[in-house]
Structures are given as C-alpha cells and as structure tokens.
C-alpha cells in the first residue's frame, strides 16, 4: 500500500508500517459505483475512511429532507464521523461521484491499546489530531464564504482559496456547476449568470470546471 504514503493520515510513517498497520487496524477496502452510498454517518465514532480512488462528496440531510453540500473528496482524502459537528436532526451521507474504493478503519481499532505498544499507533494519533484542526479551519472558511451576502462575494471567495490552494491563476474548480452552486449556498442560474457577467468583464476565462484567473 505505498500509495497511502501519500494520505496525511500516515505523514512520516515508513511503507513497512503502513502495511503493518493495515493488518493491525483490520482495514477493508471497498468498491462503490457512481451514485451509491458510501457512508451514513454514525451517531458514535464508528469509521474513518480513505479515499482510495475515484471522487465523492458529503452532505447532511435535515428532517425536511434539505440536504446541503458539505465537502468534496478526491485521491487520498478523509472523511468519517471524528470530522463532523454532531447535531440531532441532521444526517450526513457520503456519496460517490464515480466509481471509486474507499478503505474503511473503525475508529476504536485506532485509538485502542495496541497490543504491540507499536510507535505508529502514536504517530497516527498525532497525525489525527492534525487533521481534525485542518478539518476545522476549512469548516470555518466554508463559513466565511457562505457569510458573504452575494452570489458574486460567495464565488470570489471560492476562487481565491482555490487560487491560493494550486499557487496559480488556473485550476479546477473541484466540483460540478450544480455541486458548485449547493457548495456555496445559491442559485444555480445565478451562479451561471455570475460567470458570464465575470466572464465579460474580462475577470475570468472558464470552461466546464476549468478556470482562469485574468485580473
């Protein structure tokens, strides 16, 4: 598994570890097509998963049936209950965008005594905690983008942390129009008619997810 050298998760954990450590955590890998559902978010700490391959997305549903995009997941990401503001009446889901594999580690078997007193077990613990402050600052710029008060301030905001993200003007937006406009909290026709003004005033060149940055 060296390729999971490459998940923060195992940041300065050799590939020997690694492989040990998935045998000591019971990992398993799972399969899932474009449109299925990944993970129904647990009221207790139940998994921690790793985007293997393939890309998906979180949302949390209301007792309404409202559901709000939460975040996009990509090759190395990770996602699970640890991560999420626990709150009654909202359920969160992870769905797959395409077909992709997840590993899938339940919490306790990271955070239990290891048997082995192992030094990775403290290196992922460590590791975890990272993360989880990581996690936090993007959920509070994800506040600030959406705090905006429009359409316009809401997607200028997005393109300058994804400008900031890539260290370039070009990139990708990460997500679809309509996954874009749910992200941010708006209209999907205003969304696209923000484009077009934008595209016209000669602040950006687009086309399908691919962006440029002119002034």
Do not use: W
Not at 104 to 117: D, H, P, V
Not at 119 to 145: C, E, G, P, S, V
Not at 167 to 173: A, M, N, Q, V
């Amino acid at each position: 598994m060296n390729s999971l050298r490459n998940v923060e998760l195992f940041k300065g954990i050799s590939d020997e570890s690694i492989d040990e450590m998935m045998k000591c955590f019971k990992a398993e890998t799972r399969s899932f097509r474009k449109g299925d559902t990944i993970i129904v978010y647990s009221p207790e700490l139940e998994y921690l998963c790793i985007q293997l391959s393939g890309k998906a997305h979180l949302y949390s549903i209301d007792s309404d049936g409202n559901d709000t995009l939460l975040e996009h997941y990509t090759e190395n990401d990770i996602y699970g209950e640890v991560f999420t503001m626990p709150y009654g009446e909202l359920g969160y889901v992870v769905e797959a965008d395409t077909d992709c594999e997840v590993i899938f580690i339940r919490f306790s078997e990271i955070t239990g005594r290891c048997a082995k007193a192992c030094q990775h077990h403290t290196d992922i613990t460590n590791n975890l905690f990272y993360l989880t402050a990581k996690k936090t600052q993007m959920l509070l710029l994800r506040i600030n983008m959406i705090s905006r008060k429009t359409v316009r301030q809401k997607l200028e905001a997005y393109l300058q942390y994804l400008e900031e993200k890539y260290g370039t003007k070009e990139f990708d937006t990460e997500m679809s129009l309509s996954q874009l406009a749910r992200y941010l909290c708006v209209d999907r026709t205003s969304l696209m008619r923000e484009f077009r003004l934008m595209r016209e005033e000669g602040i950006l060149e687009n086309s399908g997810r691919k962006i440029k940055l002119l002034k």
